[in-house]
């Protein structure tokens, strides 16, 4: 009787004034499509754990879908027109891939820019040795990681070493059933006494992060350091390299386990690299499906991220400059730069990137009116940076509202959020290097918690809403 009882005056006032995010699952209640949508995306986290796997199977998923490679139809000569699909590989870590509309390139673009680097453990270019007759991996941790949490795991090595010839020699191990994985050991808490009063951050050092890799002596009495011979024969048996190759390599320790449904509901997904690949996944999968553009649409993935956007497969770089140059030159008889500029300010990005979510367990990092939330959409973060905004990108109130409205036009969760409270740190995204090419740029990712850890948690009602959302910015942002 209650419910069917009229709202009061104050009610009715409070529903139409006030701001109220929405739970997402209530928001997008087909779970069917939540839950499909998020096994593909949790058997696409197995498959694509480095910069170069990601980049490697997403370019395998989009030739299905009919994408050409830019660079060999430049080099064929081949004319670009609305409605053709294209890609550019940077370096085999970093990847664009574009829908072109039906509007002239310089009129601007819809772009949802990702990285698909990650936290992670670089293997060092000298790294093998042997002590007490145990050979190690030394490593050099990559990002900003708890060093702690990356011990007594299981780990798998993936990457490429160079040969001497130029050859290439692709690495993967640790994934498969019957592979061996690798683990840093930790003390015991009998004897970690003098460990356990340190503080955290330096009760484990980067130089001891040393991944046990064998055990096993050479046959050969005379020798020194069987162990480590041991090894360097069985990689040079199997993948014909010696020692020196490996200062040429590329190789990265990363969790060996799978993704994994969470909660008693599988309400949630728990997996390695979800920062950023929820949103590049999202993101692309969100291109993937846009057709005849009225704007040309593009997915960035970029690379480096998690150590500043550096070198030229980060953000920073002039990549994705050339790949609009290479746009504008394609679609116009008279190529000139003033194409390029009028191409990049009439452009919108959504940064695509991830949000620290609140955590209940420890209260005081974020201000609870303005944090990210598990399971309420996509996070739609106006500035980031540290305490007083350094470092930031801070959007302009007319994105914010172009963004908001879209996103309420089309039933998309969301909510306005901050990366923690003021004075408990921050961090920075790709925005503000695309910000200073004088795109419009806005933060608006997923919502993550344990962010940076071996195992982070979203929720798959926000991973949903964030394909939703990207896709209804590439096809309708006027």
């Known amino acids: 009787m209650d419910e069917m009882k009229e709202k009061s005056k104050g009610q009715k006032l409070l529903d139409k004034l006030t701001y109220n995010s929405k739970n997402a699952w209530e928001v ?46 430049i080099a064929e000569g081949l004319p670009i027109n609305p409605g053709d699909k294209v890609y550019r590989v940077v370096r085999n870590k970093a990847v664009i891939f574009a829908v072109i509309g039906k509007q002239p390139v310089e009129k601007g673009t819809r772009m949802v820019g990702a990285h698909v680097d990650c936290p992670r453990l670089d293997i060092k270019q000298n790294p093998l040795y042997e002590n007490t007759e145990m050979a190690f991996l030394k490593t050099h941790y990559y990002g900003g ?32 059933q019957g592979d061996p994985a690798f683990t840093i050991t930790d003390l015991l808490p009998h004897l970690a006494k003098d460990q356990m009063q340190k503080k955290l951050h330096e009760a484990i050092s980067g130089e001891g992060m040393n991944a046990l890799s064998g055990s096993i002596p050479y046959d050969d009495k005379e020798v020194k350091d069987k162990v ?10 199997k993948y014909d390299i010696t020692e020196e190759d490996l200062i040429s390599s590329e190789l990265e320790l990363v969790p060996a ?6 909660g008693f ?76 500029r009028r191409c990049l300010n009439n452009s919108v990005m959504l940064s695509a990137d991830v949000n620290a979510a609140l955590d209940p367990n420890f209260e005081g990092t974020h201000d609870k009116f303005n944090a990210a939330y598990l399971g309420k959409g996509l996070a739609i973060l106006k500035f980031s940076g540290a305490r007083g905004k350094s470092g930031a990108s801070d959007a302009h109130a007319e994105v914010v509202s172009r963004i908001r409205k879209l ?15 003021i004075d408990k740190g921050g961090g920075g995204t790709i925005a503000q290097f695309i910000a200073n090419l004088g795109v419009d740029v806005i933060d608006c990712g997923v919502p993550v918690l344990s962010m940076h850890s071996p195992f982070e948690i979203t929720s798959k009602a926000d991973v949903y809403a964030a394909y939703k959302g990207y896709k209804a910015f590439l096809k309708k942002l006027e």
């Open 257 to 262: 386990f799978k993704a994994k449904d969470v």
């Open 145 to 176: 990681i708890k060093k702690y949490q990356w011990l007594t795991i299981p780990l798998a090595l993936h990457g490429v070493i160079l040969k001497k010839d130029g050859s290439v020699v692709d690495i993967c191990i640790g994934e498969d």
């Open 265 to 340: 509901d599988r309400s949630m997904i728990g997996a390695y690299g979800q920062d950023d690949r929820v949103c590049a996944y999202t993101g692309m999968m969100a291109l993937f499906d846009v057709k005849d553009p009225d704007y040309t649409a593009i997915c960035v993935l970029t690379d480096k991220e998690e150590i500043g956007s550096v070198g030229n497969t980060g953000a920073e770089s002039r990549f994705l400059e050339d790949f609009l140059a290479d746009l504008c030159d394609m679609t116009t008889d008279n190529y000139s730069d003033i194409l390029l």
């Open 28 to 73: 997008i209640p087909d779970r069917e499509l939540i839950f499909s949508f998020c096994d593909g995306y949790k058997a696409f986290l197995d498959k694509a754990k480095t910069e170069r796997t990601y980049v490697r199977e997403a370019v395998q998923e989009a030739e299905k879908l009919g994408f050409e490679d830019l660079d060999m139809m």
């Open 407 to 421: 996103f309420n036009d089309n039933d998309i969760p969301w909510h306005t959020t901050e990366l923690g409270a």
């Open 228 to 237: 480590k011979l041991n090894i360097l024969n069985l990689l040079n048996e």
